[in-house]
């Protein structure tokens, strides 16, 4: 499979370790942030533009090197936003270049997964897993029908199906664990909250919830990047 897409996420804790200088693996909450860049669609080569940057400010400073990527955060949105002023009226450019090229998966590979999802999910019970079946067999027949499939944008739906499905299962929760399991994301997340926007840190406390229930129900990824090749 292509770096630039399945590696996007460890492309940038790689980077970011490097720069730090130390060994030291980014926190779970720090991957939620990367999710959500990949899901603004920002290009990586754009994410390590605005985390060199937060580099070279704090050494011009004489500061400490961000020691979180939420420190970055700004800098990187600051880079995406110049990269999208440059993009205008540039023609043939890929917007998503560096960031969504072709996948090297077979058609029998992506089927036989979403087999493997929807078997899974077969063994819930109630309109949410009703609801995420009904979607996976819809996807299966268009996959199956098409001479070629879009996997970046077949991802990027089962996300979505992953997305919903999490949501309807706060459903399947007593009032009291779910205002638990909220507590709990606000507390993570509290010590970032002066680093990021509150739109983006209302995005964050909803990919760290989705992200607990998925654990709470033991379910299985829905990414093509959990595809053995």
């Known amino acids: ?72 955060h700004p800098a990187v949105m600051e880079a995406f936003e110049e990269y999208q002023e440059a ?18 998966l077979s058609k029998a590979q992506v089927l036989s997964h979403l087999d493997r999802l929807t078997m899974r999910l077969e063994r819930g019970e109630g309109i949410a897993f009703e609801r995420a079946l ?5 996807l299966r027949k268009e996959v199956e029908t098409r001479r070629e499939v879009d996997l970046p944008e077949l991802d990027r739906e089962l996300q979505m199906v992953a997305s919903t499905l999490a949501w309807d299962l706060q459903e399947y929760l007593e009032k009291d664990e779910l205002k638990r399991v909220k507590a709990e994301c606000r507390k993570e997340l509290k010590v970032y909250r002066k680093h990021v ?23 299985p990824d829905f990414g093509l990047l959990s595809v053995e090749v």
């Open 1 to 72: 499979m292509p770096e630039n897409y399945f590696n996007y996420f460890t492309e940038i804790e790689e980077y970011f370790v490097r720069l730090r200088g130390r060994h030291l693996l980014i926190s779970p909450l720090d991957w939620c942030l990367i999710e959500l860049w990949k899901d603004t669609r920002i290009p990586l080569h754009v994410v390590l533009r605005g985390i060199d940057r937060s580099f070279e400010s704090t050494s011009k400073r004489r500061k400490r090197s961000p020691s979180t990527l939420f420190y970055c």
């Open 87 to 104: 993009m205008l009226g540039s023609e043939g450019e890929d917007f998503d270049a560096g960031l969504e090229p072709e996948i090297g």
């Open 134 to 138: 009904s979607r996976l067999a819809a």
């Open 197 to 219: 926007s509150k739109e983006v840190f209302d995005q964050l406390q909803t990919k760290q919830l989705e992200k607990k229930l998925w654990e709470r129900f033991g379910l």
